[in-house]
């Protein structure tokens, strides 16, 4: 059975970079600096300009993943593309990925299946987990798994939305996951879900439960109520969930591996906010800053771009070097979270 390793990392971020202070400057929104570094790390996050699509952000960030595998787009399999703020609502991301990648034009025309995995903040780790088993089952070689999000079209950037706006910012982020016979790569993964909270975090848009599925004004056009059209969050609720669901599925995750905590190198968590992370790293795993890199405080929570940007910038900044483990841990909306433990 082959190995499956990671053997190109890429991260894209808008140019336009809005800090705490742009927040009530440019937007007007009622909070401060102070508050949002306090409660959540986040210094500054970045916000892509009107035009933009998720998919834009994804082909920057595979150009990049690409290029340090040493591939070219023709050699990818297979397209997972993980997102919870997809180009239109269908069809998903990864087709319109494929396209700009130029994966369906000329005589070397391609046509790579491409999945869309909408599970939010863990939507990497349950996309890295789906190309390891395609891998692993002999069925592709190289497979493309993005996280990508443009979040900053669909904040309630006034100051009913500050709880939830202050925290996320644009990005994206891509790993080339490559077959391989040496001893090496994704040695162990968990995923989990508890549906009960799936409207503690959640943006609905609409009810396909109702007919019409959204309200229609005289004029047969739809109308989204503004508690179906921005993202809700039960803050408090997701941060205690977070903690526990982190930590138990790391040592589930660990177990699976054969090692302890002590045994990984680098722990690369979800961006969500600082304090969660901190709090599992200095009053949990009681471990020291060297084994953790952190990136909340340049651009905010970027949901499935969390994991696949720290893995860049690990592998860049010549932290993440061959043989050592690193554990990526992610929890948020549905409630889901899931880990995957790396050798490099
Ligand atoms: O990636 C998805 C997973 N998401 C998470 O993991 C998020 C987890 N939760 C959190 O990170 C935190 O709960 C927050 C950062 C979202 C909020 O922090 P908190 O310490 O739980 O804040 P709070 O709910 O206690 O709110 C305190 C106050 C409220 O005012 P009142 O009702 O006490 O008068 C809020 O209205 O802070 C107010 N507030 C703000 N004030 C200034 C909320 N947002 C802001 C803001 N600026 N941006």
Redesign the pocket.
Known sequence: MPNAYISGTGFFAPPRVVTNDD?IKEYG????NE??VQ??GIEERHYADEGVATSDLAVEATRIALKNAGLEAHDLDMIVFATLSPDHCFPGSGVYLQKKLGLCEGPKAKFIPALDVRN??SGFVYALSTATAMIKAGVYKHVLVVGAELHSHSLDLTTRG??????FGDGAGAVVLSATDEDRGVRAWKLGADGRFADK?SQPIWDISKKPFMPLDANGVGQVAPEMMWAQ?D??L??RH?VERMVTVLMETCIEAGITGNDIDLFLF????L??NQYIQNEVLKLPDSKFIHNIQRFG?T?AATIPSLLHEAVESGRLKRGMKVACVA???GFTWGSVIIEW
């Open positions: 927040l929104i009622d909070t401060t508050w949002i409660r959540t939010q903040c500050r709880m939830v706006s202050c925290l975090l969050m803050g408090k997701v941060f977070a979800h961006q969500a906010n304090r969660i929570n949901t929890f948020g909306s």
